[in-house]
């Protein structure tokens, strides 16, 4: 949807942290790969080294009191299940968000390789889900919906303590605009009453954080929106970002 170009730089190569794997009370898990494009996704996915920079990010801001695991494989999710503490995440989920950055042309329309939107898309949707089991750990209060509240904790870990977490955010808020494209032009009832809100105000709402994190830098980021409330959500989502940093901040540790 966006007309800016974005340019990226693979977010693992630009992390501050090392690739050592640390352990802690977040552990990864991998269930057997069965088809060749599941074992390839496998592959990807390891190589990567996204869950060790999740672990790292969790040990760093984020610990645990109690352990949860990030599953792979399998048919559930993505998802979090808090009654035996996992992240579910498919291979197949990978998969097919590769599959909508490849179709939709992400390399010409924004530099940037297909494989790396797919996978900025993927530690977006970890740490989604990573959200999920961390307000379950640490009893913390949502008032409202929790499918966006951690939305917002995604997109403010990266931003915040990822370099170049920004433009990876981006690439996850493009997944969002794809999938909203995808679509019909009408909703079904049982999506009005989802507790996710719609693709396309995951979208924005993304593309919001980023830009009251840095005005300058993303300042065309936000030109789709009408001229008529351009000027309001440009100081909106300035106000935004910083309220909801102060107040995830509560819950972090900073080191």
């Known amino acids: ?13 630009m992390c501050h942290f090392s690739t050592a794997w640390a352990s802690g009370p977040l552990i990864i898990k991998y269930l057997p790969a069965d088809e060749k494009e599941e074992k390839e996704a496998l592959s990807v996915i390891k190589q990567s080294e996204l869950n ?10 984020f610990p645990f009191n109690e352990t949860a695991t990030i599953q792979y494989g399998g048919d559930e999710g993505p998802m979090y299940d808090p009654e035996i503490r996992t992240i579910h995440i498919p291979y197949t989920f990978y998969l097919q968000t590769l599959d909508y950055f ?5 390399q010409k329309k924004f530099d940037k390789d297909p494989q790396y939107g797919a996978l900025d898309t993927l530690l977006h949707t970890i740490l989604h889900e990573v959200g999920h089991a961390f307000v379950h750990d640490q009893a913390i209060p949502i008032l409202g919906k929790e499918e966006d ?38 909703y079904d009832f049982g999506e009005y009453i989802d507790e996710h809100s719609f693709d396309l105000q995951r979208y924005f709402s993304t ?7 840095d005005p300058e830098t993303h300042k065309n980021l936000l030109d789709e929106v009408e001229n008529d409330y351009l000027s309001d959500r440009k100081e ?20």
């Open 102 to 106: 490849t179709k939709n042309d992400y």
């Open 236 to 255: 909106f989502c300035e106000y935004e970002y910083q309220n909801l940093s102060n107040n995830w901040s509560r819950y972090l540790k900073e080191e």
């Open 1 to 13: 949807m966006r007309n800016t170009k974005v340019i990226g730089l693979f977010l693992i190569v």
């Open 207 to 213: 593309l919001c954080l980023v830009y009251g994190n």
């Open 52 to 61: 060790e920079l999740v672990v790292e990010l969790s040990n760093s801001y």
């Open 149 to 186: 509240a951690v939305d917002n904790f995604a997109t403010l870990i990266m931003i915040n303590y990822l370099e170049n977490g920004a433009d990876s955010a981006i690439s996850a808020a493009d997944m969002f605009a794809f999938e909203s494209e995808d679509r019909p032009d009408y």
